[in-house]
């Protein structure tokens, strides 16, 4: 089954080079088929990477002709892939199985993939600090934790205003040392990948906020509401820009919108000029349709990566946005994509945590930061 060209979004592309964007990608959509198989008897990959599609001409310099989707690792048993972060000294990736309780970890000497924390507090979201030291968003305890170089582990967030936090989704750390994390209360409304709250309530225990913990004083700030569910975030290159993706209508229904937020970042410790970055909206085979958003990485040139699911063929994969919020090109994958991360040795590789698996891409950037 081949696809449709129609399962490509131009409608933002600009007139200039529209005419060479419906070229590449007519060739990308005739060479793509669904249900690909990624398996260990699967058949080569005839390059260019025809599920790696340019909607945007300004997305083909980070196409690589030579360099095709990969599936690192799979497990029937693993039920909800999260948080990627790449370690830069050791050379691994790290990510979260949450319903079951353990961290992951890839070893890229060997492909060789391990427990590597067990439990886990049911984590999600995870990072490195910038003096190595893993930062772990925990859905079961409601915690943001910091592992330390001595195997003990630090709690560094867990209530607020007197209230119990949600549940943690994902943290990125600023230059000077604050971690800024999202609480969405996913893993407080199910006992699935957390302990469910039982309140009744779409927020387990506060309304759904951004924080930022001040690495001096240790003190937690709230640094905006004014978002129905806070799930991935990441800055700007230049830190002066906060990206969250918004999955509240998860939840909240037709009266949340399925994007991506910005804000503006004021001396480094607050947020202002709140707004829509992108929408997850795109046209698929003649009708709009909208997934989620779910981890975003940004790369060195300011593009933001986002994983996207819950749609299917033609959507869920990765998309990826100009820093001006245009869509310029997508990843497609067989599975939900829950998250992404930049890593390897050159930083150069996209790393994809799908439903059950691992993915990854070489692409001609990098990331715009340490994980």
């Not at 370690?87 to 309780?101: C, K, Q, T």
């Not at 000497?109 to 910038?130: A, K, L, M, W």
């Not at 943690?168 to 230059?175: G, I, M, Q, R």
Request: charge should be negative.
């Amino acid at each position: 089954m081949t696809k449709d060209s129609s399962r490509l979004c131009d409608s933002d592309v600009p007139e200039v080079g529209r005419r060479a964007f419906m070229t590449v990608a007519a060739a990308a959509a005739a060479s793509t088929v669904f249900g690909r198989d990624y398996g260990p008897d699967a058949a080569p990959v005839r390059y260019p990477e025809p599920d790696v599609v340019v909607i945007d001409e300004r997305f083909a310099k980070y196409k690589l002709g030579n360099s095709p989707i990969q599936r690192l690792y799979h497990s029937k048993d693993m039920l909800w892939a999260e948080g990627p972060a790449w370690n830069g000294v050791g050379r691994y990736l790290l990510w979260s199985d949450i319903p079951n309780n353990v961290q992951l970890r890839w070893l890229e000497e060997d492909g060789h993939v391990s427990i590597f924390r067990h439990p886990s507090g049911n984590s999600n979201g995870n990072t490195f600090d910038y003096q190595g030291r893993q930062i772990s968003c925990q859905h079961g305890p409601r915690k943001v934790v910091r592992y330390e170089h001595n195997g003990s582990q630090t709690v560094l967030a867990e209530s607020y205003g007197g209230k119990s936090l949600n549940a943690p989704n994902d943290a990125v750390v600023h230059p000077n040392g604050d971690i800024w994390f999202t609480d969405p209360g996913y893993g407080g409304l199910m006992n699935y990948e957390g302990n469910r709250a039982n309140t009744g309530s779409v927020q387990p225990f506060q309304k759904e906020a951004i924080y930022r913990i001040d690495s001096k004083s240790g003190k937690l700030h709230q640094v905006a509401d004014q978002i129905f569910k806070p799930n991935g975030l990441c800055f700007s290159p230049d830190y002066k820009k906060l990206y969250v993706a918004d999955t509240g209508a998860s939840h909240y229904g037709e009266e949340a919108p399925k994007n991506i937020k910005v804000w503006d970042v004021v001396e480094e410790t607050t947020l202002a000029n709140d707004r829509e970055f992108a929408s997850m909206e795109i046209e698929l085979n003649g009708e709009k349709v909208a997934g989620f958003a779910d981890g975003i990485r940004c790369d060195v040139d300011g593009n933001i990566w986002a994983s996207a699911g819950w749609v299917g063929d033609g959507y869920d994969g990765v998309h990826v946005f100009a820093p001006d919020g245009t869509r310029i090109g997508q990843i497609y994958l067989p599975e939900i994509c829950s998250n992404v991360c930049f890593g390897g040795t050159k930083r150069n590789r996209l790393f994809m945590t799908g439903s059950q698996s691992l993915y990854a891409v070489y692409v001609e950037t990098t990331g715009a930061h340490i994980s």
